[in-house]
């Protein structure tokens, strides 16, 4: 069964400058998915990014980009210029890329606080 | 365009109590998931359909029950609530067109089983 472990319960950063958030999972599938989920407040599940396991380019999404490390197993989320909106639960997910394997499997999250 | 519209929004029930949680989306997702989410912890999938009239178990399914009759609605049925099902729960969806499309949340139900 695949496992996904966010190491960093909490995290704080100043505003405008840069954060890293830490994934690991364990899986011994060859393809599959990773995908980085913002819960704010408000409590919806906003997706941030996502990578796909056979693509060897790091996905970027403007402030947003990971560090995919395939074979260490490593999915970490780099947000730059950090703002005030970026203040959130952060959850790292995976999925199978099997057919009829809809799970998806998450972390148990990091709490993102902006610094003003 | 709403996406996922999950009611209510906040419910007390008893123990040994019913109650449905209703979730539709307009996005015409083949697609729809129920999750939970317990304090301090990540989701966890209950059930989810690949479509009308095909519903499955995830990896929590115990107390609860689904349907799909249609594609925009997918509830969550508790039958005999419990103090274990006091959780926040969510319902996505995503259409069918490849694994990687990512899955579209509601804004939860917080329920609270006393």
């Known amino acids: 069964a695949q496992t996904v472990t966010q190491s960093q319960p909490e995290m704080s950063v100043q505003e405008a400058e840069t954060v890293t958030l830490s994934c690991t999972y364990d899986?011994?599938?060859?393809?599959?998915?990773l995908f980085w989920y913002k819960q704010p407040p408000s409590r919806q599940m906003i997706l941030v990014i996502r990578?796909?396991?056979?693509?060897?380019q790091n996905a970027t999404e403007n402030r947003f980009s990971v560090n995919f490390q395939k074979a260490a197993k490593s999915f970490s989320l780099k947000i730059s210029d950090s703002q005030l909106g970026d203040a959130a639960m952060y959850f790292c997910a995976y999925r199978s890329s099997n057919f009829g394997n809809e799970k998806l499997t998450f972390g148990t999250g990091t709490r993102l606080t902006i610094i003003p | 365009n709403a996406g996922v519209t999950q009611t209510p929004k906040f419910r007390i029930l008893k123990i040994g109590q019913s109650m449905t949680l209703q979730c539709t989306q307009d996005m015409n997702h083949n697609y729809m998931y129920w999750y939970r989410q317990d304090p301090g912890m990540g989701l966890k999938l209950i059930y989810y359909?690949?479509?009308?009239?095909?519903?499955d178990k995830g990896e929590v399914p115990n107390g609860y029950n689904v349907s799909r009759s249609t594609t925009e609605d997918f509830p969550l049925r508790l039958e005999l609530a419990a103090p274990s099902q006091t959780s926040v729960y969510f319902c996505?969806?995503?259409?069918?067109?490849?694994?990687?499309?990512?899955?579209?949340f509601g804004d939860g139900t917080r329920l609270s089983i006393l």
């Open positions: 359909s690949v479509g009308a009239g095909i519903t």
């Open positions: 899986t011994s599938e060859s393809d599959y998915y």
């Open positions: 990578q796909e396991a056979y693509k060897q």
């Open positions: 996505a969806s995503r259409t069918t067109g490849g694994r990687n499309q990512p899955q579209h």
